[in-house]
């Protein structure tokens, strides 16, 4: 149907609430900082964790001509992977390393190396890297900002994430820094929700506890 025809067609409007602009006072009293976060992943206490970014998306458009004008369309948000660090920690009062951790759940859900592929066995399986394994493998993946009384005030939800990578830092005689482990993860969708102190509207706004980093360990 051509663009000049369409002058009469309706419009629904879905009268979207326009949300208040946020007070200046708190932006000089109560600005965020970076270090007021918890990242939940099964098996890695929150301690563990160095940094993890927050998801983020770009919405592709495709351009339209019509005579002299360009016009842009949106078409799709495409978002963006995300990666996170975890501190490797070696000791006897845990039951894995950290890379060892990360392993198993590829091994154990997802991957089979070579050797271990036995193409004549019916009762055992061969993995194969399929997309639910991988996601299982993962486990929920959240994050959590918090406030300084310990509250949370946001938390991002990536549905479907599972690993697309894994780096150790090099190991090297010329430095004493801390040895980590970088891990990219992709996802279809992030999840995002806000909630309000204790006395706010949202009934859900919850509490979180520091955690106990006196006893952390890898579980």
Do not use: C, H
């Not at 000791?91 to 060892?100: D, Q």
């Not at 070579?114 to 061969?126: A, K």
């Amino acid at each position: 149907m051509s663009f000049f025809f369409e002058k009469d067609r309706k419009v629904t409007n879905y009268n979207y609430p326009v949300p208040p602009n946020l007070p200046r006072e708190n932006a000089l009293t109560e600005a965020q900082q970076q270090y007021r976060f918890i990242l939940n992943i099964s098996g890695i206490d929150a301690a563990y964790i160095k940094d993890v970014q927050r998801p983020s998306y770009t919405l592709q458009t495709q351009e339209i001509k019509l005579l002299n004008w360009t016009s842009k369309y949106p078409k799709t948000i495409d978002w963006k992977d995300i990666s996170f660090t975890v501190i490797e920690v070696f000791s006897k009062e845990v039951i894995n390393s950290v890379a060892g951790v990360f392993m198993d759940k590829l091994l154990y859900t997802a991957y089979d190396t070579p050797n271990l592929l036995n193409p004549q066995s019916i009762n055992v399986p061969n993995k194969d890297l399929a997309k639910r394994d991988l996601i299982d493998s993962l486990g929920p993946f959240k994050i959590r900002i918090l406030n300084p009384a310990g509250d949370i005030v946001e938390e991002w939800v990536l549905r479907n994430a599972f690993i697309v990578g894994m780096t150790p830092t090099q190991v090297t005689y010329a430095s004493e820094d801390l040895s980590t482990l970088s891990f990219n993860v992709t996802y279809d969708w992030a999840e995002f929700t806000f909630f309000k102190d204790s006395g706010g509207n949202t009934p859900n706004a919850r509490r979180f506890s520091s955690p106990n980093f006196n006893n952390a360990s890898i579980k």
